[in-house]
């Protein structure tokens, strides 16, 4: 059993910076890659970024690239995602999510948090 909490978000200006935690419960969680996700009103959920449970490989969305940045702190048992230079296409919903396969198709993983909201203005 992994529990997932995502914390950071808020209400920000376009331009401005935030850094996301996704905080697990179990030593286990720095074996599994985790993936964050992201879904606006209407919209559906989309890949963001992943980050590698060995090697803490990253990879990214066109859409992010160069301006978000995944890491993880194995000791404190959280991953992070950096983001700067926000944008108001980056207003969304965003969860982290593991699994222990892992599953190709991400909305089967298996370990979800409940989200949190990064609304950026213009």
């Known amino acids: 059993q992994v529990q997932l909490v995502e914390s950071g978000g808020g209400l920000v200006q376009a331009g401005d910076s935030l850094r996301l935690s996704c905080a697990a419960s179990?030593?286990?969680?720095?074996?599994?890659?985790v993936g964050w996700f992201r879904q606006a009103p209407g919209k559906e959920r989309e890949f963001v970024s992943i980050?590698?449970?060995?090697?803490?490989?990253?990879t990214y969305a066109d859409s992010v690239k160069g301006r978000f940045t995944a890491s993880r702190d194995t000791a404190k048992n959280t991953v992070y995602l950096q983001m700067i230079n926000l944008k108001p296409e980056d207003t969304a919903v965003y969860y982290c999510?593991?699994?222990?396969?892992?599953?190709?198709?991400?909305?089967?993983?298996?370990?979800w948090g409940q989200g949190t909201q990064v609304t950026v203005s213009s």
């Open positions: 980050i590698s449970g060995v090697g803490g490989i990253t």
């Open positions: 179990g030593r286990t969680f720095s074996r599994y890659p």
């Open positions: 999510a593991t699994d222990s396969a892992p599953r190709r198709r991400w909305l089967e993983w298996e370990y």
